[in-house]
């Protein structure tokens, strides 16, 4: 006849998932903590490093802003513009900064105001040039104040 398991042995039927034979108590550790049998480690990938597009969208308009008024100042200053306006700022003493700013503001709203009523009648790929070349003026004259108006950058 049968008899039933004792109490100090239940006895377990194998599950699905389980592989082999549970290990013994008995064997010995093979020194690295685990018992032996299959272990598998996951090691997820490095987390990317976040990236923030909108300062760099904010860089590459400050680079462009940069290089085409740059570009603008270096221009007046090879055909005169800039020496001329110097001159006058060195005439007017302590009040060359604000004179400086006036001109540099007169020169922004004149190329505002012909590049929005005027470029219109350019054709469309002509639009940025002319619009780089009424800036050659207020470009110049924010470089020259920079430059020669006393006390204009500290």
């Known amino acids: 006849m049968d008899t039933p398991p004792s109490p100090e042995q239940p006895q377990e039927e194998p599950r699905w998932w389980s592989v082999g034979k549970k290990p013994d108590a008995a064997e010995p550790d093979q020194g690295s903590g685990l018992p032996p049998g299959f272990h598998i480690t996951f090691t997820p ?7 923030d597009t909108g300062s760099r969208h904010r860089r590459a308009r400050v680079r462009r802003w940069l290089l085409v008024h740059g570009a603008g100042a270096g221009i007046g200053y090879a055909f005169g513009l800039g020496p001329s306006m110097a001159a006058f700022l060195d005439t007017l003493g302590p009040g060359a900064p604000a004179a400086g700013l006036a001109l540099t503001g007169f020169g922004w709203f004149g190329a505002e105001l ?3 009523r005027y470029t219109r009648i350019l054709p469309s790929r002509l639009r940025p040039a002319a ?3 009424l800036r050659i003026p207020m470009s110049t004259a924010l470089l020259v104040t920079a430059l020669h108006a006393p006390n204009a950058l500290s």
């Not at 990938?45 to 990236?51: H, T, Y």
């Open 131 to 133: 619009h780089w070349v």
């Open 114 to 116: 012909i590049g929005e």
């Open 45 to 51: 990938p490095p987390a990317p490093e976040p990236v």
